[in-house]
């Protein structure tokens, strides 16, 4: 059993902002932004349009699989396929969690020719083993993030693990979990 945070999509892009202004504040001119798909597609895109970044990328990794479960060794399942000789990149995703998937596509960006890599991130949990450079928020306690664009991928997992079959069955495991949402999206998410 964990707790869950949720944010909507005003607190996205107030931590974006964040993120933007620390960025800014260190004076690293960020050339290239990479992505992390999927969860760093959204706060990329936004940062992108925040620091006036044209150049965006995308990088796929898998390593948790249903709600709250790691599937293993966190893994590059489609490379980046450019070159980045002599730029400064930026590396995006929602949060870090382990650090494993952070510390592979470093990795993989450096090997690029990348001349500096950071890190940013919305949400950094101190029990990870590796700390971004830029986190628009410091959790110091372990839990299960909820961000606006997975809402319906998480709601139904949690339900499915918990074997909810009706709405005020799923009412019941999100209370557990401390989400909050709206009956008519619940509603939405039981029906499919």
């Not at 995006?92 to 993989?108: F, L, P, S, W």
Request: hydrophobic letters at 45%.
């Amino acid at each position: 059993m964990f707790k869950c945070h949720v944010y909507n999509w005003n607190d996205i892009e107030r931590l974006c902002r964040e993120l933007a202004r620390k960025i800014k504040a260190s004076d690293f001119k960020v050339d290239a932004i990479v992505a992390i798909a999927r969860g760093g597609w959204v706060p990329a895109r936004i940062l992108a349009d925040l620091l006036g970044v044209r150049e965006l990328h995308s990088v796929k990794t898998e390593h948790w699989g249903i709600v709250a479960t790691v599937t293993g060794k966190a893994t590059i399942t489609q490379p980046l396929n450019t070159r980045f000789d002599g730029k400064n990149v930026l590396i995006v995703d929602d949060v870090v969690d382990t650090g494993e998937t952070m510390n592979i596509v470093k990795d993989h960006v450096l090997s690029l020719g990348a001349k500096e890599v950071r890190t940013a991130v919305l949400d950094y949990k101190k029990t990870s083993s590796f700390v971004p450079d830029y986190f628009g928020s410091e959790m110091e306690s372990w839990k299960w993030i909820v961000y606006p664009w997975s809402i319906r991928e998480d709601v139904k997992g949690l339900i499915a693990k918990k074997g909810a079959r009706n709405f005020e069955e799923a009412l019941n495991v999100l209370k557990e979990f401390e989400i909050e949402i709206e009956d008519d999206i619940l509603r939405e998410i039981i029906e499919e």
